[in-house]
């Protein structure tokens, strides 16, 4: 039996994920006419124009982690794991305070 602990780099691959699920939520509620957005909308203009229709727990902080997330996709800036865990976990927070995902 081999156990091998994973990089600290991959954790940086769910938080891609997670912001990219974020992002197709925030789409699908515009698209059922919760809030109004332009097409083609990124999702630092989905977040805030869902400000007020959307009952975010925590939109400053996970408007931050976006800025973090774009660094990693953009330029390449690595998180460190615990962040990586925290920036997930906070958007899980918000997704099952939405009733978009259902709380385990």
Known sequence: MVAETPPESFYNLPVV?????????????????????????????????????????DFDSVDAYKNRRN??????????????????EAIGDELKAWGAIASV
């Open 17 to 57: 994920l997670a912001f990219s699920l974020l992002d197709e939520v925030l789409g699908a509620l515009t698209d059922q006419g919760v809030f109004a957005v332009r097409a083609g909308a990124m999702l630092g203009t989905k977040m805030h124009q869902s400000r007020g229709f959307v009952p975010w727990l």
């Open 71 to 88: 660094d990693l996709a953009h330029k390449g800036k690595l998180i460190p794991r615990p962040d990586c865990l925290n920036m997930v």
